[in-house]
């Protein structure tokens, strides 16, 4: 059995990495380009981890998966990065609240 290192964050390290190399000029769209395309990214790969569960616990129902822990692994690879997709929401939607109940 391997164990694939995947990660969710990973979108969101590539970003730390671009900040350490020098800046260059960004226009806003290229800003909100950038945004649009990590966040569908990581989208993409929670979806992805769902997808994944959801087949291999279709497989194991129908007989064609001989190790329960695969298909544990996958649901709570799944599960988890769900609850870390729900929480960044959380914390995006509070910092929103908190900006729009500033006063200008």
Known sequence: MTIQHT??????QSIAKETIQPRVERTTA???ESFATTLQQAI????NEQQ?????????VNG???SLH??????????IALQAT??????VV??????????V
């Open 7 to 12: 990660s969710m964050f990973a979108p969101v």
């Open 30 to 32: 290229d800003a909100h």
């Open 44 to 47: 993409q790969s929670v979806n």
């Open 52 to 60: 994944h569960s959801q087949e291999m616990t279709t497989r194991l």
């Open 64 to 66: 064609d998966v001989e």
């Open 70 to 79: 695969d298909v544990m692994i996958a649901s709570e690879k799944a599960g």
């Open 86 to 91: 729900v929480e960044v929401r959380n914390k």
């Open 94 to 103: 509070e910092a929103y609240e908190t900006m729009m109940r500033m006063q």
